[in-house]
């Protein structure tokens, strides 16, 4: 993974240093609340209801085992001894104290971590598909064109006060799994009639209140030009975009409203006068970040015998066969398998991990993953380079923590935001939802039978639990001061990507469980073959369900 | 006369402020864009850029202007950054100042933008905010300060 130079560090600690101040001067009472607020917000700092949310960087998911210890450290010592992962692959405390967050930002500084840009009208940590490096999809590692983003984007002078908050997604597969086509740009490695791999860019794809999907800005780049193409889009949004309501303010907007040629024309013009010019990457620097990111020293093993012994083990121990199965995946090097940590166990919030899990994974990671774990946007955990003759004391060990519950990909396996029991902008409460649809769908026969099931939550409109992607999609809302539940369906963040449509009218909270068994089980009696949830509704369309659910519901 | 950073010094400002509601600009004010561009010789002249004023009406005149003051009514409004930038790249080479209501922790920014002056709400902050140029020593990217980014130079 990337390794700080001096420069690095310079910039991180200088950031540090430059908050301790800010915050003095807020404690102080010689900036105003207004004045702090963005300055706090850059560097990940939220005040919510119950006590500040501090929302710590991982760039592109990337974490070892260092920092893994060091969250588990600051998580006690700050916090309350657990920590969340975010849907942006970042990690989240929910109860330190304002005063101390320069120093949990020093702490940070010291394994290379930071809090810039988790939050506020700039550009975002930049995400991409938790099995980059490893799948056997992929067409080239998208991490090292992550991590110029990354640092192009760290304290860019230029885009600090866009109109709105600003996401970016790489990934290096067809099948796109970072989602790429709900971000603000979205970007995909791509080969060229001749071979080459260059950049394919889709801009204004997008969350929140006015959900919508990219377009495809340039459908070839040179990847040199990367950065002077992403600062012409950047350039044409600060001055266009919206500024007058914060619902209008996305990149989304902008698209839509000069049209996607007109857009691409005016990000043509900023182009042309930057083209070539010192941002272009060298291939030096290309080169630079790949080695960062080259393959960890893999055993020669015999991938042949590795699964024999599999095999026999999963047929002894049929439950460490189940986890096998729901949480493992194909790895591209023979002898080794990828393993998703589920971090949704009923009883706990969706994407929560105490201390001590953190201390354990940080042990699996240096024993079994070459020290590396990665964080993924639907807030689980995930150790890539496992062998596979060690997986079994591996799920043991994980089983005695709590961490094997095998649900990847399930209906179980719920995206879902804080919500309202923390965050300051919900509608809606979102975690009891999860709860009780984790409890309601206990049945792990059913819930396999289901298939593949992906049912998001949010609590609000900001949609930071990605309800408008999910299969089944979960929006809280507010009817005259009580909480309400929005259902929408056949939403997708794949390849396929679309946006899910609204049922009908909202739920209690209390009903909720009754709606997804009623949606489910209008599924499970039309589905044909070997039809997942997704095919069934694209077939059918969005009338059979809206018909069961609210005809039980009289 | 009132007080303002210029290169990294705390100075007096020669200029006039901004007189909107008259219709023209005397040759020592600055001027509104719209009482600019009525203004027959820009030969040495001053003039105001507010959010959503392009700064495409300044371009064929960039060697005549004096200053160039980007206005932040809001300091969240990050539109100046783009204008100054914008004007610095295509060879703008006169003051180009910050007024308004921007804050000291902008700073940096403003002038890795291209800006060399700026001119504070309160102006008995200016000393506290000179600090404020000095918050980083390093940057990633290219700017009007640092030509190159930092992975030509590493
Ligand atoms: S979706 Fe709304 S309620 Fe949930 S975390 Fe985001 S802002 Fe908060």
Known sequence: MYVYDQYDQKIV???????????????????????????????????????????????????????????????????KGYAHISTRQNVQLNWPAL???????????????????????????????????????????????????????????????????????????????????????????????????????????????????????????????????????????????????????????????????????????????????????????????????????????????????????????????????????????????????????????????????????????????????????????????????????????????????????????????????????????????????????????????LGPLELNISGCMNACGHHHIGHIGVLGVDKKGQEFYQVCLGGSQAKDASIGKILGPSFQQADMPDVIDTILSTYVALRQEEETFLDTYRRVGIEPFKERVYASAN | MPLLIKNGCITEDTWQPVNQDSGHATHDQVATLEQWQQLADKNGSAVQLKPGESPAALYDYLDQIALVLVNFPAFADGRGFSYARDLRERGYSGELRAGGHFIRDQLTYLKRCGFDAFQLADDKALEDALTSLEDFSEHYQASIDQPLPLFRRR
């Open chain 1, 99 to 449: 005063a101390e967050v320069p120093d949990i930002l020093e702490e940070l500084a010291a394994v290379e971590m930071h809090a810039i840009q988790t939050s506020g009208n700039c550009i975002r940590n930049t995400t991409t598909d938790q099995f980059a490096g490893v799948a056997c999809d992929e067409l080239e590692d998208p991490r090292p064109y992550c991590e110029i983003i990354r640092q192009w984007s760290t304290l860019h002078p230029e885009f600090a006060f866009l109109p709105r908050k600003f996401k970016i997604a790489v990934c290096g597969t067809e099948q796109d799994r970072a989602a790429i086509h709900h971000h603000d740009i979205g970007i995909e490695l791509l080969a060229n009639a001749q071979g080459e791999v260059g950049l394919k860019i889709i801009a204004g794809g997008g969350q929140g209140r006015t959900p919508a999907i990219g377009s495809v800005i340039c459908e070839w780049l040179d990847k040199k030009h990367m950065l002077t193409y992403l600062e012409a889009i950047l350039r044409v949004y600060n001055q266009h975009g919206r500024r007058d309501n914060k619902y209008k303010a996305r990149i989304k907007i902008l698209v839509k409203a000069m049209g996607v040629d007109a857009f691409r024309d005016a990000v043509a013009a900023e182009w042309t006068a930057i083209k070539d010019g010192p941002t272009t990457l060298t291939n030096e620097e290309i080169l630079r970040a790949r080695a960062f990111f080259k393959l960890p020293d893999y055993e020669i093993l015999d991938g042949e015998v590795a699964s024999a012994q599999l095999t026999e083990q999963t047929v002894q121990n049929p439950i460490f066969g189940n986890w096998i199965k729901r949480n493992t995946e194909n790895h591209r090097t023979p002898g080794y398998r990828i393993v998703t940590i589920s971090l949704k166990a009923t009883g706990f919030a969706p994407g929560d991990i105490s201390a001590e899990q953190l201390e354990l994974l940080a042990d699996l990671s240096d024993t079994y993953s070459f020290g590396e774990a990665r964080s993924t946007h639907q807030q689980n955990l995930v150790l890539a380079d496992v062998p596979t003759a060690c997986l079994l004391e591996f799920w043991e060990r994980l089983q005695a923590a709590g961490l094997a519950t095998p649900n990847i990909g399930y209906l179980t396996d719920i995206i879902c935001c804080p919500g309202g029991d923390y965050c300051a902008l919900a509608n809606a409460k979102s975690l009891p939802v999860a709860e009780a649809i984790q409890s309601r769908f206990e049945d792990l026969d059913y819930v396999y039978d």
């Open chain 1, 13 to 79: 600690d200088e950031r540090v240093s430059q908050f301790r101040d800010q915050t003095n001067r807020f404690l102080e009472g010689k900036i105003t609340e207004a004045e702090f607020l963005p300055l706090r917000l850059q560097n990940g700092l939220y005040l919510q209801r119950q006590a500040p949310m501090l929302r710590i960087a991982v760039p592109y998911g990337l974490l070892n085992s260092l920092q893994l210890r060091k969250l588990a450290d600051i998580s006690r010592k700050y916090d």
